[in-house]
């Protein structure tokens, strides 16, 4: 492991996370992903889930793949130990609203099972191999979430 990696306390990445997040949303909805809507082999779309408390609309940029018409996504947040807030909002109310580009898609999420996230997980860290470390530093099983559109559930 490269020692200068983490030389910021946690709270510091975490909040370089959250700040770095909401200019790539910015981006992304004022560009229509045209901007922020790949970096290098990583795609991303804009992920809306319903807060579990306030009831209010919260958007994150997430890197995304597609598996058998599905949109598979990390939550990762970082390495943080803690799950990502949107996790914890889909665990509350799995209805969400993708946006990939300019389309606007709506969707049903769900945990990825075990046999899923194996099979998935190397796709995931040969687009993004800093995800192997956030996995290392976490010290929880980072799970990823498949969304099925609703057009495709019929």
Known sequence: MNPRR???PAWQRFRL???ASLLHRWVYQL???KAAGKFGKCNFLLLTTT???TGQSRTVPLLYLVDHGAYALVASYG?????PAWLLNIRADP???LQIGS???TGVARIASTAERARLWDSFVSVFPGYDHYQAISGRRIP???VQPEEERR
Do not use: W
């Open 6 to 8: 983490n030389r910021r």
């Open 17 to 19: 996370i959250r700040l």
């Open 31 to 33: 560009s229509r992903g």
């Open 51 to 53: 807060g579990r408390r």
């Open 79 to 83: 390495g943080n130990p803690l799950a």
């Open 95 to 97: 209805q969400v609203t």
């Open 103 to 105: 389309q606007r898609v």
């Open 144 to 146: 990823l979430v498949l």
